[in-house]
């Protein structure tokens, strides 16, 4: 069974850095396109960022583009997301998620395991 465990997060001043990582077990990582999504308050889950199977491809929201950046470690199993100038509506509980074989959607329902979530809180 797969399991994605999420790391980082917490509380920053706006334009300040974040990471946020995921490690994934339990099927071989390579099978998986990788994304991550966010939730805020009241709000639908929305995309974020997605990476391919082999790294070579990523995918971002108009919103993010330029700030965050999506990184993918084979040899550790592991995606991050580097979040720079945060803003305050960047406040969301953030998401990583898994799909098998599949690339670059931006669609939750394509992912079929998820983080266990982990809340960002940018302050002014």
């Known amino acids: 069974q797969v399991m994605l465990v999420q790391s980082g997060g917490g509380l920053v001043q706006a334009g300040e850095s974040l990471r946020l990582s995921c490690t994934f077990s339990g099927r071989p990582f390579t099978n998986y396109g990788m994304g991550w999504f966010r939730q805020s308050l009241g709000k639908e889950r929305e995309f974020v960022a997605a990476?391919?199977?082999?790294?070579?491809?990523?995918f971002y929201a108009d919103f993010v583009k330029g700030r965050f950046t999506i990184i993918r470690d084979n040899a550790k199993n592991t995606v991050d997301l580097e979040m720079n100038s945060l803003k305050i509506e960047d406040t969301a509980v953030y998401y990583c998620?898994?799909?098998?074989?599949?690339?670059?959607?931006?669609?939750?329902?394509?992912?079929?395991?998820w983080g266990q979530g982990t809340q960002v809180t940018v302050s002014s």
């Open positions: 998620a898994a799909a098998t074989y599949y690339t670059g959607s931006r669609t939750p329902n394509t992912y079929e395991f």
């Open positions: 990476i391919s199977r082999n790294a070579r491809e990523t």
